[in-house]
């Protein structure tokens, strides 16, 4: 009878380490992420790889993995990246905030506060993945004190959307204060045209 071997188990995943994360090819970098985003306790290592890391295909697997996490923790690790100067980084942070709304949700009112003008119009589209009494009230006050107009149509194009009768007087004043912009008055037109219909 001929020796047949048995199929030996599965290798348990090497724990991954700071090096493992941001060291070797992009390949195996990438290889180091998915693993890591698979054990328990990783965000910090993921956090951290994120702020070395600048291979597009190793930072979205980053950026996958925190967001599956979705915790209170990989959401702090990529907020910041909201306001890189890379557009692809902006995009793939905001994609990840809002694949991870519950975890993202505290950090949406201080963003549409942010100096940068950018970043509160990113910002805009959390809102959308928001309880509607929250994101009318953010968005609200956020259009009464808005001074650019890119952010404000942001602002109202989500509120076309979800918002409720309670924001009608923020669609008002900034329709008011942007009386010379024909394309945004149009806009809270469709708003409010939308929030009074049954």
Same mark, same amino acid.
């Given at each position: 009878?001929?020796?047949?071997?048995?199929?030996?188990?599965?290798?348990?995943?090497?724990?991954?380490?700071?090096?493992?994360?941001?060291?070797?090819?992009?390949?195996?970098?990438?290889?180091?992420?998915? *693993?890591?985003?698979?054990?328990? =306790?990783?965000?910090?290592?993921? *956090?951290?790889?994120?702020?070395?890391?600048?291979?597009?295909?190793?930072?979205?697997?980053?950026?996958?993995?925190?967001?599956?996490?979705?915790?209170? @923790?990989?959401?702090? /690790?990529?907020?910041?990246?909201?306001?890189?100067?890379?557009?692809?980084?902006?995009?793939? /942070?905001?994609? +990840?905030?809002?694949?991870?709304?519950? +975890?993202?949700?505290?950090?949406?009112?201080?963003?549409? *506060?942010?100096?940068?003008?950018?970043?509160?119009?990113?910002?805009? #589209?959390?809102?959308? =993945?928001?309880?509607?009494? @929250?994101? %009318?009230?953010?968005?609200?006050?956020?259009?009464?004190? #808005?001074? #650019?107009? %890119?952010?404000?149509?942001?602002?109202?194009?989500?509120? +076309?959307?979800?918002?409720?009768? @309670?924001?009608?007087?923020?669609?008002?004043?900034? +329709?008011?204060?942007?009386?010379?912009?024909?394309?945004? *008055?149009?806009? !809270?037109?469709? /708003?409010?045209?939308? !929030?009074?219909?049954?």
């Amino acid at each position: 009878m001929p020796l047949i071997r048995r199929p030996s188990p599965p290798s348990e995943p090497s724990a991954a380490t700071p090096a493992s994360l941001t060291e070797g090819t992009s390949d195996q970098r990438w290889a180091a992420v998915r *693993a890591a985003a698979a054990q328990p =306790g990783s965000i910090a290592l993921l *956090a951290a790889a994120l702020t070395q890391e600048r291979d597009p295909r190793v930072l979205e697997a980053i950026f996958t993995g925190l967001a599956r996490a979705g915790t209170a @923790e990989s959401a702090t /690790a990529v907020v910041p990246f909201i306001r890189s100067e890379d557009a692809s980084l902006r995009a793939a /942070a905001l994609d +990840a905030l809002r694949a991870m709304p519950e +975890a993202s949700r505290p950090h949406v009112a201080r963003l549409l *506060a942010d100096p940068d003008a950018d970043v509160r119009l990113l910002s805009c #589209e959390l809102a959308r =993945g928001m309880p509607e009494s @929250e994101a %009318n009230r953010l968005l609200s006050d956020l259009l009464v004190r #808005e001074t #650019e107009k %890119n952010v404000a149509a942001a602002a109202v194009e989500v509120l +076309a959307e979800i918002g409720r009768p @309670e924001a009608l007087p923020a669609l008002t004043r900034c +329709a008011e204060r942007f009386a010379d912009d024909s394309f945004l *008055a149009f806009s !809270i037109k469709v /708003a409010t045209d939308r !929030i009074g219909s049954p």
